[in-house]
């Protein structure tokens, strides 16, 4: 069993940064896909960015290509969200998730473990 923790969320103005780190414990999660996904109020999930296992391969959705960067340590066992150029419509709850898959997904029901969200909420 994989258990993941989110930090690094907070209140930021727009065009600001902030950096989500994702926690692993349980089990290692080298051999693991990783991605970040986010849900605003009334919105479904959505798909932020994705990494496979060695970080080889990174995916971004078209609204943070440019402006967030994924990235792991494997060492530590940790995932990674910079969110530079924050705009107003990146409020979320932001989401890890791991896969127990070589190659990262943008879709949410492919990831096996899920994280509790950390909130990022960016005033205009």
């Known amino acids: 069993q994989v258990r993941l923790v989110e930090s690094g969320g907070g209140l930021v103005q727009a065009g600001g940064s902030l950096r989500l780190s994702c926690a692993a414990s349980?089990?290692?999660?080298?051999?693991?896909?990783m991605g970040w996904f986010r849900q605003a109020p009334g919105k479904e999930r959505e798909f932020v960015a994705a990494?496979?296992?060695?970080?080889?391969?990174?995916y971004y959705a078209d609204s943070v290509k440019g402006r967030f960067t994924i990235s792991r340590d494997i060492a530590k066992n940790t995932l990674y969200l910079q969110l530079n150029s924050l705009k107003p419509e990146d409020m979320a709850v932001y989401y890890c998730a791991a896969r127990r898959e070589l190659g990262s997904s943008r879709t949410a029901s492919e990831y096996d473990y899920w994280g509790q969200g950390t909130q990022v909420t960016v005033s205009s």
């Open positions: 349980g089990r290692t999660i080298t051999w693991y896909a």
């Open positions: 990494i496979s296992w060695n970080g080889g391969s990174t």
